[in-house]
C-alpha cells in the first residue's frame, strides 16, 4: 500500500512553454500533498503544501504564479510550471500525507525530471 | 528556522565495511526519518524514530534517535553494492502536516 505515482516520468520542453505534473497517491486519500524541487547533488526542497479543495501554501521565495498547484481531489494534485525557462530545469518530486491519530505519514512519488531547452 | 545538518556528505567504502552517518538540529524533533533516494527515484522510507533514546533496525540499517533530540544517527552493517545512494535524514517541519526538512544528504558510494 501506500503509493504515489507521478506523470510523466521526465519531460523536455521548450523554452516559453508550459508543463504539468500529475501526482496522484493511489491506494490512499492524501489529507496533504507537498511538491519538492531537488537540483543535482542536492536536498530535496519544499516549494508548496497543497490541501484538497484550497489554495496552495507557497514556500518563500517560491513564485505562485510560476508554479500553479491544483488540487482537485484527494488522490491528485498537479503542479504546472508555467512559461518554463531553462533555469527551471529540475527534478520536481511529490509526496502525500495521511494522517492517522496525531500521526502523519509522507510517501513520495518516483520524481519527475524536467528539462527546458 | 529549523535546520537539519547532515554528515558525512560523502562516503566511498569498500563492500562489506560498516557506515555510518549523522545528522544534528538547531531545535529539537520529535520525530526523525532517514530516507535512501536511489538515482532518478524518489526517498523511499527506511527507518522512522518516534522516540527519544529509541534504536530500531531494519535488516542491515540500524537508527537511534538521540536522547536530546537534536540528532540521529543512521548505521549499515556489513555494506553490499546495492546499498549505493544517497541517504537523507528528515523531520517534520510544524506540527503533524507531514511537511518535512530534509538534511543535505550523505552519498555513499561501495565499491565492489
Known amino acids: 500500500g501506500a503509493v504515489v505515482s507521478q506523470h510523466p516520468s521526465r519531460v523536455i520542453c521548450k523554452s516559453g512553454t508550459s508543463v504539468k505534473i500529475e501526482c496522484r497517491s493511489l491506494d490512499f486519500q492524501a489529507t496533504t500533498m507537498f511538491w519538492y524541487r531537488q537540483f543535482p547533488k542536492k536536498s530535496l526542497m519544499l516549494m508548496a503544501t497543497?490541501?484538497?479543495?484550497?489554495?496552495?501554501?507557497?514556500e518563500q521565495g517560491v513564485e505562485k504564479d510560476k508554479f500553479l498547484i491544483n488540487h482537485a481531489s484527494l488522490t491528485l494534485s498537479t503542479l504546472t510550471v508555467t512559461s518554463a525557462h531553462p533555469e527551471d530545469s529540475s527534478f520536481y518530486i511529490c509526496?502525500?500525507?495521511?494522517?492517522?491519530?496525531?500521526?502523519?505519514?509522507?510517501?513520495f512519488g518516483p520524481g519527475t525530471r524536467l528539462t527546458v531547452l | 528556522g529549523q535546520q537539519l545538518n547532515q554528515s558525512p556528505q560523502s562516503m566511498f567504502i569498500q563492500e562489506g565495511e560498516d557506515v555510518s552517518m549523522n545528522c544534528t538540529s538547531s531545535s529539537i524533533f520529535n520525530t526523525w526519518l532517514w530516507y535512501k533516494q536511489d538515482p532518478g527515484e524518489g526517498p523511499v522510507l527506511l527507518i522512522a524514530?518516534?522516540?527519544?533514546?529509541e534504536l530500531t533496525s531494519n535488516g542491515r540499517l540500524t537508527a537511534q534517535f538521540g536522547i536530546t533530540r537534536k540528532d540521529s544517527f543512521l548505521n549499515i552493517s556489513a555494506s553490499i553494492p546495492s546499498d549505493v545512494g544517497i541517504y537523507f535524514c528528515?523531520?517534520?517541519?510544524?506540527?503533524?502536516?507531514?511537511?518535512?526538512?530534509f538534511g543535505q544528504g550523505t552519498t555513499l558510494q561501495v565499491k565492489p
Open positions: 497543497s490541501n484538497e479543495g484550497s489554495k496552495a501554501t507557497y
Open positions: 509526496s502525500a500525507a495521511t494522517s492517522k491519530g496525531t500521526m502523519s505519514s509522507s510517501f
Open positions: 528528515a523531520g517534520p517541519s510544524g506540527s503533524n502536516t507531514g511537511k518535512l526538512i
Open positions: 524514530l518516534y522516540k527519544a533514546g
